[in-house]
């Protein structure tokens, strides 16, 4: 298998990835929760997801895809429609999923082609690899806020299970 089909399946495995660690989050938490600010100047876990919705959209289903850029990236960081904890799974879903269908469909001899992306000149293998760096940080934040929010209520994805995983 050429490296270049290895980076698209590792991209797929690492957007499944961080999907499942949000998804386990949000399951533990309460529909009030989602949308909870300490500050004003800080973002709540549903203003992450629609950022997470927006950004996957532009640079993989726009960037990527060729579909229309559509994005409109300031809206993402308000809360004045504030979507239910079930809308924003739903909708956060299907971005993923069509993100994935995105990257399953691209052509591995593509990744060095240029494209314009959100006014950024990038490769193709580029902007993958931004976007699931942006996604994996982000999903650290949702755990953190959830995390902070659960305290010792929150319940772990995965635990160690033997010595070399750091199991005691």
Known sequence: M??????????????????????????????????????????????????????????????????????????????????????????????????KKTINNFNPANLLERLRIQGFEESALSAIYRVVAHLELHAGQIIYITRLILKSDYKLKWVPQTKEQGAE
């Open 2 to 99: 050429s490296f270049e089909k290895q980076f698209l399946e590792q991209t797929d495995i690492m957007i499944d990835h961080a999907f499942e660690r949000i998804i386990h989050c949000l399951n533990q938490l309460e529909e009030e929760h989602i949308w909870y600010r300490p500050d004003s100047s800080v973002n709540s876990i549903g203003i992450i997801l629609n950022h997470l919705c927006g950004n996957l959209r532009q640079w993989i289903i726009s960037g990527i895809g060729g579909l229309e850029d559509i994005r409109n990236r300031p809206l993402e960081f308000s809360d004045s429609t504030k979507l239910s904890k079930t809308e924003l799974v739903n909708k956060f879903q299907e971005i993923i999923g069509d993100s």
